[in-house]
């Protein structure tokens, strides 16, 4: 089948995955890989932007997403999988493009004071998390992607991505670099056990990694419509984690449970239980293919290596279409 074009994304090892990530952006990666030519990539480097002093656990926290991405049906077969660190491109790419890239435009990206701002307890008035766009602008232009499906927090960084694109096409009269566009699938939002955001600062997560009978207890823990107390009280979905959950996970049974909970006709409890078992009936067959891939460290290492070739391969012929619009092709 022809490919639509080429879409490039990367996550961060920042610990085990959760459903909110799965759904926010795995979920979407998962159903690219059939009609694009998708490059996926663990941002390691990325996450030692912000986080450079412990780096304790970058190794486990690197084959752990590879685990999740794996058991979570990414498909080797079909998508490029790699590890950022491993291709030195990215890293010439940022050199390069950083030589022309004026500072103003750092600056006023909104994620750099926001950040300053809630990452207090961390120094990153560094040179290495002010470049942090020019990196990603690397990363997206060394493999020419035509398409970054990213979260609506990182549209600013794919607008600076693309004026990057353009100055250095301009300046260097050539037309190396496409411009990348964004790719904004609705992504479902699927809040925290506590009705918060779901993260792993704020401990409500599901991870992708639990166990089936672990998930059924985190459901059953749900905080639910607080107004609630008894059965035959009204309720309000609305306002209520489980009914969202309920709209991701229990398909034609949604209308019912909407009803019977506006009307009293249904307890939490039960209510919870449907959900444990729907959820859980998701998470299984996920669980069971991790199961399998923790027993075969070395095939992961073959497919990352493999990855790691090809990915190389896309960059390494980049650097040399830049290094040659820019004339110091000299070695
Ligand atoms: N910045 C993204 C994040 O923190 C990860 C990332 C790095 C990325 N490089 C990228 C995403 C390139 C898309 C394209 O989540
Ligand atoms: Fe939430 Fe279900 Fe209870 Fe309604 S019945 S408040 S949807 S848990």
Redesign the pocket.
């Given at each position: 089948m022809q490919k639509k074009g080429i879409i490039l994304s990367g996550m961060r090892p920042t610990g085990a995955m959760h459903l909110g990530n799965y759904f926010g952006a795995l979920e979407n990666w998962i159903r690219l890989q059939d009609e694009y030519d998708c490059y996926f990539f663990v941002a390691d480097w990325h996450a030692l932007t912000t986080g450079y002093e412990d780096t304790s656990e970058y190794k486990n926290n690197i084959s752990n997403l590879l685990v999740d991405w794996l058991s979570a049906g990414l498909d080797p077969q079909k998508s490029v999988l790699f590890v950022q660190s491993s291709i030195k491109e990215h890293a010439e790419l940022h050199l390069l493009l950083s030589m022309n890239l004026p500072l103003s435009w750092l600056y006023r990206c909104p994620t750099y004071k926001d950040q300053l701002k809630q990452l207090k307890e961390k120094n990153i008035t560094t040179y290495g998390f002010l470049g942090y766009p020019c990196l990603m602008a690397s990363d997206i232009l060394v493999y020419k992607a035509d398409f970054v499906p990213v979260g609506e927090d990182q549209l600013p960084h794919l607008e600076v991505t693309r004026e990057i694109a353009r100055r250095f096409n301009f300046l260097y009269k050539s037309d190396v670099f496409p411009e990348p566009q964004p790719l904004l699938t609705e992504a479902k939002v699927l809040p925290g056990l506590d009705g918060r955001k779901m993260s792993k600062s704020y401990n409500n997560t599901i991870a992708l990694s639990d166990s089936p009978d672990v998930v059924q207890k985190k459901v059953m823990s749900?905080i639910?419509?607080p107004a609630?107390i008894h059965k035959t009280d009204p309720?309000?979905?609305e306002?209520?984690?489980?009914?969202a959950y309920?709209k991701l996970f229990s398909e034609d049974e949604v209308p019912e449970?909407?009803s019977?909970?506006?009307k009293g006709e249904?307890?939490?409890?039960?209510?919870?239980k449907k959900?444990a078992q729907n959820v859980a009936k998701f998470m299984t067959p996920i669980w069971e293919r991790r199961q399998e891939w923790l027993k075969r460290p070395d095939d992961i290492r073959d497919i990352i290596n493999e990855g790691n070739s090809k990915a190389r391969e896309a960059a390494s012929r980049t650097l040399s279409d830049v290094r040659k619009a820019m004339n110091i092709d000299w070695i």
């Open positions: 749900m639910t419509d609630r309720g309000n979905p306002v209520c984690a489980v009914y309920h449970i909407e019977m909970c506006r249904i307890g939490c409890v039960a209510c919870k959900l």
